[in-house]
């Protein structure tokens, strides 16, 4: 079983950045994506960034050039850094894995871009 933890979230006034961070645990023998998804109130759960295995990064549309995702130097972390951050961004953000032919999702850390 694999657990993912998220940190990071928080409130923030529009233009302003986050780091989100996500720590996969657990039997993993091959990891092969880690990624960030978010849902806002009434709106179905969409791709924010995801990076295989191989370093292929896929980013939503709505956040390219403003969200850069990125592996951390321990094993099986994964970090979003948010930049330029807009009201829109506003949402639960959960990390998610692809490990040993099965999907894992994170709790959620809550996201708010407000003035």
């Known amino acids: 079983q694999v657990q993912l933890v998220e940190s990071g979230g928080g409130l923030v006034p529009p233009g302003g950045s986050l780091r989100l961070s996500c720590a996969a645990s657990?039997?993993?023998?091959?990891?092969?994506?880690m990624g960030w998804y978010r849902q806002a109130p009434g709106k179905q759960r969409e791709l924010v960034a995801v990076i295989s295995s191989g370093s292929n990064i896929n980013y939503g549309d709505s956040v390219k050039g403003r969200f850069t995702i990125s592996r951390g130097n321990a094993k099986n972390t994964v970090y979003l850094q948010m930049n330029s951050l807009e009201p829109e961004d506003t949402a639960i953000y959960y990390c998610?894995?692809?490990?040993?032919?099965?999907?894992?999702w994170g709790q959620g850390t809550q996201v708010t871009v407000s003035s």
């Open positions: 998610h894995a692809e490990a040993d032919r099965s999907g894992y």
């Open positions: 657990g039997t993993i023998v091959s990891m092969y994506a």
